[in-house]
T-cell receptor, first 111, second 110 residues
């Protein structure tokens, strides 16, 4: 079983749609949580950190449920430029402090 | 310019050859990491370093060697390249709370 599981998609949605991605993680010792965006196998870029209280950045809302070990990302009013692969990422903040990545969910926003 | 750079950006090599991928960061971050990205696997940790002269294995270290004689450099060497090492390699460094990625090296082993 992978440590971070995501639905690979692809999610094909029209412009303006709301789309939600989910992710589960298996290591309960994980302490930090992130969503990264990756375009065409370029380097991943941090989209947002995820907190238990939930957090929002413009059209993007992220939620963390530590009890269920579940992370979500909601994108409202999708734009063509949102088309990318979204990576769910967790990290232990002790020890190696490396990131553990999900395989990514591909989003294609269509005109 | 501050940042993290990788070289070469693209490399084609033959099976059995030794190849070194370079990584350089300008911030003096203590932690540095090498990941490889393959279809269906996402990014996987090869090696990491907590400081100069301190390195340790990640999930998929076989066939790779690293060194860290200076804080700013973290080269990754494939001792005898195999086709299974065809991949995109990312070097990162850890800032206060964010990992910074290099642009990646696309390696093809023929």
């Amino acid at each position: 079983r992978k440590e971070v599981e995501q639905d690979p998609g692809p999610f094909n949605v029209p412009e303006g749609a709301t789309v939600a991605f989910n992710c589960t993680y298996s290591n309960s010792a994980s302490q930090s949580f992130f969503w990264y965006r990756q375009d065409c196998r370029k380097e991943p870029k941090l989209l947002m950190s995820v907190y238990s209280s939930g957090n929002e950045d413009g059209r993007f809302t992220a939620q963390l449920n530590r009890a269920s070990q579940y992370i979500s990302l909601l994108i409202r009013d999708s734009k063509l430029s949102d088309s990318a692969t979204y990576l769910c990422v967790v990290r232990k903040d002790t020890g190696r402090r490396a990131l553990t990545f999900g395989s990514g969910t591909r989003l294609q926003v269509q005109p | 310019d501050a940042g993290i750079t990788q070289s070469p950006r693209y490399k084609i090599t033959e099976t059995g050859r030794q190849v070194t991928l370079m990584c350089h960061q300008t911030w003096s971050h203590s932690y540095m990491f090498w990941y490889r990205q393959d279809l269906g696997h996402g990014l996987r940790l090869i090696y990491y370093s907590a400081a100069a002269d301190i390195t340790d294995k990640g999930e998929v270290p076989d066939g790779y060697v690293v060194s860290r004689s200076k804080t700013e450099n973290f080269p990754l060497t494939l001792e005898s390249a195999t086709r299974s090492q065809t991949s995109v390699y990312f070097c990162t460094s850890l800032g206060i709370d964010e990992q910074y990625f290099g642009p990646g090296t696309r390696l093809t082993v023929t």
